[in-house]
């Protein structure tokens, strides 16, 4: 191309927090306190012509923007028995974004917005029941909110082929509801086993849909005529899914550490049918067999994902054919990958230790789900690590 497009953010991030913890009787702890976060977002853009050596402006990425949150909270947990403990709390969050469209170099029906969540409530109760020192029963509710950042409401970005994202003035904070139930149990040092199931409810969700922006349903961007797209609350997300995890040592030396990740999540389309979430990836995991006997430490271990089929993709993936395989009727989907790895950690002296890896030792080509990059191939890596 003969122009250079250049695209600059800088954000100052400052915060000031303020903790407290009282306890009550040896039998309550009470912890409460207060946040302050404040981000100043400056975008600037500009195009070289590389024949003229000439330099001129373009749209930025996003406005300038400062973006405040302000919070307290309160958590308290009681020992109510040797083998039950309560715990809950509560969060109260205001934020405030003011916005300059003024410099971001395209033409928008504000030049100057200002947003104010004000209200917005998370909290959360949850019980352990340790009735062994072997086992563990937990319980666990939580109601938590994200409010759109200067990322959300201001950018704009070619997001796709013939798409185009612009800000949304009017985006609300989403909630999610959250439940989960999980035990644990030990066997003397041998042997380990946690599982947890979650389920989770995201109301008033931001996902990305098509939009009318000045009036219209299109626009001219970077010389291409494209779909207006906005991220806006336009659904109601459904996730559940289960947590596994082992581990076990044994023959004095050797251990196996295993964890699993299964999990399904829907979301509302404009038209009210559903279509598999976008953001919630295939099974995955990751499995390790080692010896270590402190002087020195081997492990195989493996790292694998499930397969997405076209039929199973989320709606909005499915004509990303340029980051996802075909399959035999040249739809979209995300195939199952499985990596085999190595790695030594060797204590050369007392304080000194090399590490070597071996990562993807049969070289497969595989691209984790939705990344739209390939990961590496067969790579070595080795370091000395010195502690004073």
């Known amino acids: 191309k003969p122009l250079r497009e250049t695209q600059l953010e800088r954000v100052d991030a400052w915060s000031v927090n303020t903790d407290f913890i009282k306890t009550f009787h040896d039998k309550i702890d009470f912890s409460y306190g207060m946040e302050y976060v404040q981000n100043k977002v400056v975008s600037t853009a500009e195009a070289l012509d590389l024949s003229t050596e000439t330099v001129h402006d373009i749209p930025a990425r996003y406005p300038h923007a400062n973006w405040i949150s302000l919070g307290l909270y309160a958590q308290a947990e009681w020992r109510a028995h040797r083998t039950l403990n309560i715990a809950a709390g509560l969060r109260y969050n205001h934020y405030i974004i003011n916005s300059d469209f ?41 109601r938590g909110f994200r409010a759109p950042n200067v990322d959300d409401m201001g950018k704009l970005f070619d997001s796709a082929d013939g798409y185009v994202t612009v800000p949304n003035p009017s985006l609300q904070p989403e909630y999610a509801d959250n439940f989960e139930v999980g035990f644990a149990t ?23 849909r098509n939009y009318i922006f000045n009036g219209q349903s299109s626009m001219q961007y970077q010389g291409e005529l494209c779909i207006v797209q906005a991220l806006q609350n336009a659904a109601v997300s459904r996730v559940w899914g289960i947590q596994l995890s082992l581990q076990s040592r044994f023959a004095r030396y050797f251990y196996v550490d295993a964890h699993f990740n299964w999990q399904r999540g829907f979301e509302e389309l404009d038209d009210g049918q559903v ?12 499995a390790a067999i080692g010896f270590d006997n402190k002087k020195i430490c081997i492990e195989a271990f493996t790292a694998f994902q499930g397969m997405r089929d076209a039929y199973d993709m989320p709606e909005e993936e499915r004509t990303k054919t340029e980051i996802y395989a075909k399959d035999e009727n040249g739809n979209a989907y995300s195939p199952a990958w499985v990596t085999i790895n190595m790695r030594l950690s060797y204590a050369i002296l007392k304080n000194l230790k090399l590490n070597a890896t071996i990562e993807n030792i049969s070289d497969a080509r595989y691209r984790p789900y939705s990344s739209g990059i390939s990961a590496p191939g067969r790579n070595f890596t080795a370091s000395l690590t010195y502690n004073l």
């Open 186 to 208: 030990h066997f003397s040092s041998w042997l380990r086993f946690d599982a947890t199931a979650y389920y989770t409810r995201l109301g008033n969700a931001i996902v990305r």
């Open 102 to 142: 003024s410099k971001v170099g395209y033409k928008v029906p504000f030049e100057h917005l200002q947003s104010s969540n004000a209200g917005n409530v998370s909290g959360n109760i949850g019980i352990n029941w340790r009735p062994s020192s072997a086992f563990l029963l937990r319980l666990n509710y939580a």
């Open 275 to 286: 279509s598999p979430s976008r953001h919630v990836a295939p099974m995955f995991g990751r």
